[in-house]
């Protein structure tokens, strides 16, 4: 399997679609929580499906509609959404039975827009996108057709993580002078470390050296404070 990103983000669905076919829209919306949700990288609507098809259906003033989402990226979110029809597609369905999906994006204009933050903590991968897609039959087969996308790489560290909301405190080398005030890891690392040799300043140079990643506050009273540890007795055997 590969590695799993979190992404988090909105879709946003064109008001003429929503005037002209608010039918095939609440199908689609009913194929993506039957096929979408139940797979190891899915995409899982904010909403509920009942109060989106209520919304679909009692519109009386055309606009764009703005669905919030949560996903689980294959690698990254990225390679769900240029996949994104493929997955709507039953096993063994034929494609002929999806008529209805060009109906609705029957005009040029009528494409979903997918903006989210994406994170990937094994690769290292934190950046935010935007992609326009809508279907297309390729081969006799039904395929998304990416229409716009853009992309930016964001820096990974803790602050970033945390102005994403990807976590609520986390620690890097720029804030593991922080740890000298959570009492629970101070006491943990103090087990193993005198605690007169635990500063500000030892902390960001083990963390810089011997740490190296992102670690959000529940992951620190494993592999970092090994890490520590490791770099304290390394400095005092260069010392001895």
Avoid at 74 to 101: C, I
């Amino acid at each position: 399997m590969a590695n799993m990103s979190n992404a988090f983000g909105t879709i946003t669905i064109p008001a003429k679609i929503m005037e002209k076919y608010p039918n095939e829209l609440v199908s689609l919306i009913q194929l993506m929580e039957s096929e979408l949700v139940r797979i190891d990288y899915n995409t899982i609507l904010s909403d509920e499906y009942p109060q989106i098809c209520a919304h679909i259906q009692n519109t009386t003033i055309p606009h764009d509609f703005i669905l919030g989402f949560t996903g689980t990226g294959k690698w990254t979110y990225a390679t769900n959404v240029r996949g994104f029809f493929e997955s709507l597609l039953p096993v063994n369905e034929l494609t002929a039975d999806f008529s209805w999906l060009q109906t609705l994006f029957q005009e040029k204009e009528s494409v979903l827009t997918f903006s989210f933050l994406d994170y990937e903590q094994g690769a290292e991968i934190l950046y935010n996108a935007t992609f326009q897609i809508r279907p297309c039959i390729y081969e006799k087969h039904l395929a998304t057709e990416v229409v716009y996308e853009h992309s930016e790489d964001l820096d990974l560290t803790a602050a970033n993580l945390m102005a994403c909301e990807f976590y609520e405190q986390a620690y890097d080398r720029h804030n593991a002078h922080e740890l000298i005030n959570n009492d629970e890891f101070m006491m943990e690392l103090s087990v193993f470390i005198p605690r007169n040799f635990i500063t500000e300043a030892f902390l960001t140079d083990a963390w810089s050296e011997y740490v190296l990643y992102v670690y959000d506050d529940e992951s620190i009273f494993d592999q970092v404070i090994q890490d520590i540890v490791a770099y304290y007795h390394h400095t005092h055997s260069l010392k001895a």
